[in-house]
């Protein structure tokens, strides 16, 4: 089976940087991916770590350790519409499936 | 937008009943994957259809099945839905070799 763990909240200001940390337990990995989703929206896809080292797309990175089961998303130059749940999720094996943790919803305030 | 779509957005139904929710994939992608998400829960994985064949399924009991069609849109059904039923579906849909997917905005379902 496969379990991930993530903090259940975090909280920043504007214009500052956030790291959302995820460890996982899993008998097969084939990859980590990050989604964020806002109330009532639906999950729209971040990233995704295959490979061991940081992917940066725009206000965005993702870092993954595969020798550590852990992997991280980090949001710079914070604004308020970051405010959501962010999941991490793992590939199950060759299928596409996703496995996600339970989220963690980022506040940030003024 | 994703170009993936789900109907109908909101349903409510009464425990006993079944229920069919509809996923149009993304032009293009072959694989279409199913979840339920409870209220302040990570999604969870219901089953995946690839070329109109199952491919894989998660922990759900076997009154939840579903088909995608050669134009690979997708259903969901559920038959004899029980109160924990209640939860926002999500379809999310893969092309090939893509490693992200692309949700629909979901149908959330309400079971009295």
């Known amino acids: 089976g496969q379990s991930l763990e993530q903090p259940s909240e975090v909280t920043a200001v504007e214009g500052a940087i956030v790291q959302i940390n995820c460890t996982y337990q899993t008998s097969g990995f084939y990859g980590l991916s990050w989604y964020q989703q806002h109330d009532g929206g639906a999950p729209t896809f971040l990233s995704y770590n295959a490979l061991d080292g940081l992917e940066e797309t725009g206000r965005f990175s993702s870092f993954l350790s595969r020798s550590d089961s852990y992997g991280y998303l980090l949001l710079q130059e914070l604004q308020m519409k970051d405010s959501a749940s962010y999941f991490c999720?793992?590939?199950?094996?060759?299928?596409?499936?996703?496995?996600f943790g339970s989220g963690t919803r980022l506040q940030v305030q003024p | 937008e994703t170009g993936v779509t789900q109907s109908p957005t909101h349903l409510i139904k009464t425990r006993g009943q079944q229920v069919t929710l509809r996923c149009s994939s993304q032009s293009g992608h072959n694989t279409v994957s199913w979840y339920q998400q409870a209220l302040g829960q990570g999604p969870q994985f219901i089953f995946q259809?690839?070329?109109?064949?199952?491919?894989g399924r998660g922990n759900f009991p076997p009154r939840f099945s579903g088909l995608q069609f050669p134009n690979y849109s997708s259903e969901l059904n559920v038959n004899a839905l029980e109160l924990d039923d209640s939860a926002l579906y999500l379809c999310?849909?893969?092309?090939?070799?893509?490693?992200?997917?692309?949700f629909g905005p979901g149908t959330r379902l309400t079971v009295t």
């Open positions: 999720a793992v590939r199950e094996g060759g299928r596409r499936a996703l496995t």
């Open positions: 259809y690839y070329r109109e064949e199952e491919n």
């Open positions: 999310a849909s893969t092309p090939g070799g893509n490693t992200g997917q692309y």
